[in-house]
């Protein structure tokens, strides 16, 4: 089953609905703490949803993500990519966990920022996790994920960290920088709980930077949800970026994006998230709001 966030078709805030398989919209009533605990541990029918269906060309797609919802991501975490990084031989012993701000994130089709304080601009595809309800005792963390989506956790390469380490606030944080989607895929369509094997890709103007299977993680996603849920108890909403493959500009030397390039991630199940690149902004601008 797939879930998504929109807007229009009569509806004047943006709202949560199921998509058919022929493409219509179900609207969900209702925020997504009150009804993605039952979606859980129930099924879509406990459920309730609006009567009439919208076609989904008659809407906007959202990033499958809304308030009170936090947004939690774990780096370092694909094998290759701690290869190509010089890790390997010293693989981190704990997940590298950081915190991402709500207004860092975007929808599929929407320009992704370009702060003036950076030259180096990279990408990174990413499989996302969905918090449903909380995490419990006796049970894989991962039975408490909505389902999955697409994530581009695009980062800022040449941000000096203050003490001499990384700077993650100013390398992952910006506002409008991360996208997120194109909607949620519940895991009874991907064999369930625990760590997803599928395709992961990224593309920049058709060349293909990055590629990998999501079962070739350092940490699967129940070590990560774990990890995340002692320090911050997990509620429905959440999301948790797990990692990215190799293939990034950093690891490359070059390739970092420029104003108009073209973005392509892809997992295989899920589906696909495009954006474009903004133009640089001017030092001193700010965000547009």
């Given at each position: 089953m797939r879930i998504g966030r929109f807007v229009g078709g009569g509806h004047e805030t943006p709202f949560w609905g199921v998509i058919s398989p022929d493409?219509?919209?179900?609207?969900?009533?209702?925020?997504?703490?009150?009804?993605?605990?039952?979606?859980?541990?129930?099924?879509i029918d406990a459920v309730t949803t609006e009567k009439k269906s919208l076609p989904l060309d008659a809407l906007t797609v959202l990033a499958p993500f809304d308030l009170p919802g936090r947004v939690f991501a774990c780096g370092g975490n694909y094998i290759e990519h701690l290869r190509a990084a010089g890790f390997l031989d010293d693989p981190p012993r704990v997940p590298v966990a950081y915190l991402k701000v709500d207004s860092s994130i975007i929808g599929t089709e929407v320009a992704i920022r370009y702060p003036s304080y950076t030259?180096?601009?990279?990408?990174?595809?990413?499989?996302?996790?969905?918090?449903?309800?909380?995490?419990?005792?006796?049970?894989?963390?991962?039975?408490?994920?909505?389902?999955?989506?697409?994530g581009n956790d695009v980062s800022v390469r040449d941000a000096p960290g203050p003490l001499g380490g990384l700077d993650f606030y100013v390398m992952k944080a910006a506002?409008?920088?991360?996208?997120?989607?194109?909607?949620?895929v519940t895991p009874d369509e991907l064999d369930g709980p625990g760590q997803p094997a599928l395709k992961i890709s990224l593309s920049c103007?058709?060349?293909?930077?990055?590629i990998d299977n999501t079962k070739n993680v350092l940490f699967d996603i129940d070590e990560l949800l774990t990890y995340v849920d002692e320090r911050n108890?997990?509620?429905?909403?959440?999301?948790?970026?797990?990692?990215?493959p190799s293939g990034t500009a950093y690891e490359r030397g070059d390739g970092y994006l420029e104003p108009g390039d073209l973005l392509v991630?892809?997992?295989?199940?899920?589906?696909?998230?495009?954006?474009?690149?903004?133009?640089?902004?001017?030092?001193?601008?700010?965000?547009?709001?």
């Open positions: 493409g219509n919209i179900q609207p969900i009533v209702g925020s997504l703490p009150a009804w993605a605990p039952l979606v859980v541990d129930e099924g030259e180096q601009l990279d990408y990174e595809v990413e499989l996302v996790g969905v918090i449903g309800r909380p995490l419990r005792a006796g049970e894989a963390p991962s039975a408490a994920l909505l389902g999955y989506t697409v506002d409008g920088i991360s996208p997120l989607g194109p909607w949620i103007n058709g060349e293909l930077r990055q108890r997990l509620r429905a909403g959440d999301i948790l970026f797990t990692g990215t991630a892809e997992i295989e199940g899920i589906g696909v998230l495009c954006n474009a690149v903004g133009e640089r902004e001017t030092p001193g601008a700010g965000v547009e709001r």
